[in-house]
């Protein structure tokens, strides 16, 4: 049995490979051509990961929590710090891309080669947990925007896994990239909206110039600051971009373009984080009660204030952020599976031959579906939770990514650079010490 099972794997990766074969001569053939117009669509054709991965983070949660920051907190102290979480994102993602493109391994594959089955359960369970919470954020936004169109929220979701399950099943990687991609670009809908609300731009500017702690250090900020932390930075984000590296095919001489791919994806990422919380910032700060608004709410003062136009494109932005992140974390969840259990780990494999691999993801798809469903569940306390325990995950997550690339046994002369682990050291300082501030100011309120 083992020794057939062997065979099967076997047989599994040739098939992958031959694929992913043409993949890379496209790469090579781009690569071999002269001329700008030759770089650009080498650039085009390798861009991919990084993009996916940073827009696929301002998910469904991501838009409520930044909208509910810029409600709560109006357009101060969060525009320096979103920019600042950016930066943090680019560091920990640009070490993904050189471990996947290096090793050829996934993330999942390479805690469990290296650390054993103890860390590379914890490792799993912490990555499916969270992933299945997420997505539970990613079905709130895709009902809570197709509502506004008249759908019921069952046929929303069940519109929602259809459409997730023909992506993961039907397209090979690069297809299912190029289609993800074009999904992504949605995602921008929010900058124009940013635009409608007509802000002053020079209270943002002040942003820079007089940075302070709106309100003090209470447990409510410290939760938004986690919040945001966590729809910035996430464990799923790791696994994703390393196992699409290898899944697309990059290599050695891939890296620099990986490292631009993930900065032009940055840039997208934080731009819209910023525009949604100078939309609330603007339209629904310092009216009474902004602070508790929910997102339903949210989205009815910007239909006020904009009109029908502003809250449809309002509505279907979540749609967008919320489909988007949907196929990135059930891809996620099955890439890491298949990684840490010998079954086929790639989108390029057939349905009928791959079906382990593709499972465990639309699983956790339908498993997410199912709870936002539930009648009167806490949907908008759920989702600031989901980011808070995304943040409380990150620095084992980062910890076994730091030791990775300081193993020169795998990464040869790619090993990070001493600024790349001080940096990573502070961002895990940091992610560990607001979660210590958190707990206290919870337990101790008067503290603080």
Sequence with gaps: MIQQQAVYVRSIDSEDAAIRAKDQARIDTLRQKRGWLSRILLGFVLIGPGVLVMIADNDAGGV??????????????????????????????????????????????LIWGRYGAFWGWFSLVD????????????????????SVFGVPHWLSALLAISLDTVVLLVLRYYTWERVSLWIAAGNLIFIPLAFMAHPHWSVVADAFAHWQVPGGFTPAFVFIILAN???????????????????????????????MDTAVGTVAMVAVALALVILTGTVVHGMNGASNLSIQQILTVIGQRLGNTGETLFALGM??????????????????????????????????RAWKFYLPGILSAVLAASIVLIPNAPLGFLNLTVQVIASIFMPAALLFLVLLLNDRHIMGAHVNRKWQNVSAVVIVVLLVGLNAVYGLSVVMPKLF
């Design 319 to 352: 749609v967008e952020a919320g489909t988007i992140s949907m196929i990135a974390l059930t891809a996620s969840t099955s890439w890491a599976m298949g990684e840490a259990f010998h079954w086929p780990k790639s989108i390029n494999m057939p349905a009928r």
């Design 229 to 259: 932390f966590g729809t910035t930075i996430a464990p799923w984000m790791l696994f994703f971009q390393q196992s699409a590296v290898v899944d697309k095919g990059l290599t050695v001489k891939d890296i620099r373009h990986g490292q």
């Design 127 to 146: 990555l499916v947990l969270a992933n299945i919470l997420t997505l539970i954020t990613e079905f709130i936004g895709i009902t809570l925007g197709l």
């Design 64 to 109: 409520i929590t930044y909208s509910q920051t810029g409600a709560t907190y109006g357009i101060g102290f969060f525009i320096p710090a979103l920019i600042l979480s950016g930066i943090i994102a680019y560091i920990v993602q640009e070490m993904t891309v050189r471990l996947g493109a290096v090793t050829r391994r996934g993330h999942a594959e």
